[in-house]
Nanobody
Framework: QVQLVESGGGSVQAGGSLRLSCAASGYTSTSSCMGWFRQAPGKEREGVAVINVGGFATYYADSVKGRFTISQDNAKNTIYLQMNSLQPEDTAIYYC??????????????????????WGQGTQVTVSS
């Protein structure tokens, strides 16, 4: 049984930082792309960053480029999202995703949430001004 468990959310003031973690268990697949999505109240779920696990390719949404960094620890089956210079518009529930139907991610533009088969429960990030 695949499980993705997120942690690290919380409340910070604008300009602050948080690091999210996503620990994967029961997940063995040739699909290597994993990533982070977020959903704010009243808005659709949007892709934030993806990484090809075991490789080096990472891709980001334009809104977070230069502020967020996605990384991996293969030994721990965990991916991370380091979020710096947080702004109120980053407030959302952040979800970890795995099981990308197309295997490897090639850009952020083509990544859509329905293409991922596994999701974590989400972790709340709140940024106050």
């Amino acid at each position: 049984q695949v499980q993705l468990v997120e942690s690290g959310g919380g409340s910070v003031q604008a300009g602050g930082s948080l690091r999210l973690s996503c620990a994967a268990s029961g997940y063995t697949s040739t699909s290597s792309c994993m990533g982070w999505f977020r959903q704010a109240p009243g808005k659709e779920r949007e892709g934030v960053a993806v990484i090809n696990v075991g490789g080096f390719a990472t891709y980001y949404a334009d809104s977070v480029k230069g502020r967020f960094t996605i990384s991996q620890d293969n030994a721990k089956n965990t991916i991370y999202l380091q979020m710096n210079s947080l702004q109120p518009e980053d407030t959302a529930i952040y979800y970890c995703a795995a099981g990308y139907r197309w295997g490897v991610c090639w850009s952020m533009t083509d990544v859509e949430s329905p293409d991922f088969g596994y999701w974590g429960q989400g972790t709340q990030v709140t940024v106050s001004s």
